[in-house]
C-alpha cells in the first residue's frame, strides 16, 4: 500500500478513485499499542481501503488534539482517499 500526503504519485497515474477512507484513535496510557491499533484501523481494519480494491491511499490529512483532564490524552483522526494506481 503507497501512502503519500499529496493528491497524486509522481509516475503513477491515478486509474481510480474508491472513495474516502478514516482513521481515528485516543492515545492514551499505553501509546503503542494505541498508535499499533490505530494503524490497523487506518489500513485494514474499519475503513476497508485494501477490501475495496485500493492499492494506495492519497492526500492523507492527520488532525490531532488534546483531550481529557490536564490534556493527558491525544485523538488523532485521519483521512485520505483510496485510489487504484
Do not use: C, W
Amino acid at each position: 500500500m503507497i501512502l503519500t500526503t499529496t493528491p497524486q504519485i509522481e509516475g503513477h497515474p491515478i486509474r481510480e478513485y474508491k472513495g474516502l477512507v478514516t482513521g481515528e484513535t485516543i492515545i492514551g496510557a499505553n501509546v503503542i499499542k494505541d498508535i499499533k491499533a490505530s494503524i490497523k484501523d487506518f489500513f485494514g481494519g474499519r475503513s476497508g481501503a485494501e477490501s475495496m480494491g485500493a492499492n494506495a491511499i492519497v492526500g492523507i490529512d492527520i488532525d490531532y488534539e488534546t483531550v481529557g483532564e490536564s490534556g493527558s490524552m491525544l485523538m488523532v483522526a485521519t483521512s485520505g482517499t483510496a485510489v487504484v494506481i
